[in-house]
């Protein structure tokens, strides 16, 4: 039977089994390790979209086209090659 509101010694008992198994095989810490990083970089990653990349509308009554009030200079790439953002010019025109 399911029973609500003892959400606390379900999970104190499952931590406890997965590290009696963790102690009788050691072999399952590297994947509980890359697991783990990998579930946190994707997070991080996810954070860093919602957060900073100009697509994204958080306030609509303030900022309601936040690509708009980027400057040429700002970088909301992840990752770029060969591209130097300080010497880009505006060539659009001002919405």
């Known amino acids: 039977p399911v029973q609500f509101g003892r959400s606390q010694p ?3 008992r ?4 997965v590290s009696k198994q963790l ?3 050691p072999a399952l ?3 509980f390790i890359f697991i783990g990083g990998g579930a946190t970089m994707s997070m991080m990653y ?3 979209l919602a957060l900073r990349n100009p697509d994204v509308c958080w ?3 303030n900022n309601p086209e936040p690509w708009n009030k980027m400057s040429p ?4 790439k992840f990752f770029t090659v060969n591209m130097d953002y300080s010497k880009l ?5 001002d919405f």
Do not use: F
């Open 89 to 93: 010019k505006k060539n659009g025109p």
């Open 10 to 12: 379900s999970l104190s």
């Open 29 to 31: 810490i590297p994947l």
């Open 59 to 61: 306030d609509r009554k």
């Open 73 to 76: 200079t700002d970088q909301y």
């Open 46 to 48: 996810l954070a860093r």
């Open 23 to 25: 102690r009788n095989h």
């Open 14 to 17: 499952m931590l406890s089994t």
